[in-house]
């Protein structure tokens, strides 16, 4: 049974930082490319950050310089370093991990982060 299961998020101030992680279960974890999806009230689900297996990272233009995403293969878990957070931030945040040969496509069930003063 695959799980992907977030931590990490929560109620935080403009300009304050958080740490998301995504620990992984069931799937051969090393093979997989991660990703940080956000999902804000009203709007799309759009990708933040992804790494692939050969660690190779990508981020949305808003957040860049900001959000790190990181792996340890050895933990199956993924990280996402949020600094210099802004209300704009605010979402609920998914991890996800997918690769195409097989093709396989999983989710976690997301958490909230809210940046507010």
């Known amino acids: 049974q695959v799980q992907l299961v977030e931590s990490g998020g929560g109620l935080v101030q403009p300009g304050g930082s958080l740490r998301l992680s995504c620990a992984a279960s069931?799937?051969?974890?090393?093979?997989?490319?991660m990703g940080w999806y956000r999902q804000a009230p009203g709007k799309q689900r759009e990708l933040v950050a992804s790494?692939?297996?050969?660690?190779?990272?990508d981020y949305v233009d808003s957040v860049k310089g900001r959000f790190t995403i990181s792996r340890d293969n050895a933990k199956n878990t993924v990280y996402l370093q949020m600094n210099s957070l802004k209300p704009e931030d605010s979402a609920v945040y998914y991890c996800?991990?997918?690769?195409?040969?097989?093709?396989?496509?999983?989710w976690g069930q997301g958490t909230q982060v809210t940046v507010s003063s």
């Open positions: 996800n991990g997918k690769r195409t040969i097989p093709k396989r496509d999983y």
């Open positions: 790494i692939t297996s050969g660690v190779s990272t």
């Open positions: 069931g799937i051969i974890f090393s093979t997989y490319t």
